[in-house]
């Protein structure tokens, strides 16, 4: 019904870009298309991984994974972000045998890549991690590098995510 997710072929690897669903408010209608949405990116996923290309699935997936991924769970705790199910589901993923890029190379630091824009939160540093770079395990092993661009997000009227990257070897 939305369209949330492009596929491409790029430089032998398959580059599948996301923008998975809010679901506020929780719970209701939104919730549960969110859940639906991450059911079906987990079965289309573990097609990918069948097929043993290198895979990376890149984009916004609106879960917080951990407590660790967020500065404080306290005006959060009824957000479809970190709730039980989400969180589930991205585990879910990470069964399958994807590898979570960001976290994998930065396992001790928070890596935000989102500040909301209420409450001072981008001065405050009071961010969460909601985009995730997922590599496929022919893949994971060309991992050298990543982070986040923070400086972005500190711009002149900018997004409330700031750019998350990896860089792949040979």
Known sequence: MQSRYIEAAVKGMIVGCLYAPNGNPQPGPKFAYKLDWLRRLQRHAKLLLKSGAPVVLAGDYNVVPTDFDIYSLRSWKDDALVQPAPRA???????????????????????????????????????????????????APRLKRGGVDREERGRESPSDHAPAWIELGK
């Open 89 to 139: 589901a991205f585990d879910g993923l990470l069964a399958q045998g994807w590898t979570d890029g960001l976290r994998t190379l930065h396992p001790d630091e928070p890596m935000y890549t989102f500040w909301d824009y209420k409450r001072h939160r981008w001065e405050r540093d009071a961010g969460l991690r909601l985009d995730h770079l997922l590599l496929s395990p022919r893949l």
